[in-house]
């Protein structure tokens, strides 16, 4: 399915993930609540969009939506030219594995597992049985702890990291699989300034160095500055593209 010609913005470029009126109800108790009333996006190769807006006004629920981690009450989810949601489980699971590396704001790092098996653990669900090498995935772990600045922290716990060690091994665990799409919830939410700029850093250049295309969602201005496109949640819905105003 082509999703070519359909970004209201006139943006160019391959659309890899795309949100297509997106609505989701929530059931609390017996009544039913909607939170997302029609969200659109379409997110494209390399680019870098950040997403802003009020605190409860529905980001982290439509990231995990477009992450294929919740599932949309009605509308489409298109991912490499997949219409998601219409798919089985286990082929949206794989689609998933094959492009998909999502940040969590609270990072969601296993307690019980040490830093190398936290960032392994996704591959070896997604990639498990027998043709899956566990010495060559631990060694990538390794490689990618290495390269940001953990290699003295390989066997420690999420509980022996301090908050900005913690974002970086999700970050590495989320670019583990080689994924075309980053999708990181506030990955700075949780640090002080200087460490979740550091984090940023990091992101950032991996996003440059592997032509990711990244979904940020943020409250902070300057981290809004640093990406190409920024759209606003409000009410549910996903207001006009700031960067490249709808043109009448
Ligand atoms: N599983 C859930 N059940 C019921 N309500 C939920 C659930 N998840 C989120 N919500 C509600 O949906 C709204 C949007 O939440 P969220 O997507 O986390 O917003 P944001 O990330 O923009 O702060 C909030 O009012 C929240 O309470
Ligand atoms: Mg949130």
Redesign the pocket.
């Known amino acids: 399915m082509s999703t070519a010609g359909l970004d209201p913005t006139g943006a160019t470029g391959e659309v890899v993930l795309a949100a297509r009126e997106v609505r989701k109800s ?1 059931a ?1 108790g017996e009544r039913s ?1 909607e ?1 997302l009333h029609g969200a659109d996006l379409a997110l494209r190769a390399s680019e870098r969009l950040c997403l802003m ?10 990231l995990h939506i477009l992450g294929l981690l919740e599932q949309p009450t009605e509308g489409r989810v298109i991912l490499a030219g997949e219409d998601a949601w219409s798919l089985p489980a286990r082929r949206r699971a794989d689609l998933r594995n094959r492009h998909i590396g999502f940040v969590f704001q609270f990072y969601h790092l296993l307690p019980e597992l040490d830093a190398v098996e936290n960032v392994v653990l996704p591959g070896m669900i997604a990639r498990g049985g027998p043709r899956f090498d566990r010495s060559a995935a631990r060694e990538r772990a390794e490689n990618l702890l290495d390269r940001f600045g953990l290699s003295e922290r390989l066997t420690h716990r999420p509980g022996q990291l301090s908050g900005g060690e913690r974002q970086r091994v999700a970050i590495a665990r989320a670019l583990f699989l080689d994924p075309q799409v980053l999708i990181a919830d506030e990955p700075t939410g949780n640090l002080d300034t200087q460490t979740g700029e550091r984090g940023l850093d990091l992101l950032l250049a991996e996003q440059e160095l592997r032509g990711l295309a990244l979904l940020l ?1 943020t409250h902070d201005e300057r981290i809004a500055a640093r990406c190409e496109r920024t759209l606003t ?1 409000e009410d549910g819905l996903i207001q006009a593209d700031s960067a490249h105003p709808v043109p009448h």
């Open positions: 929530f609390i609540l939170i807006g009020a605190s409860g006004a529905g980001k982290s629920t439509f969602v949640m």
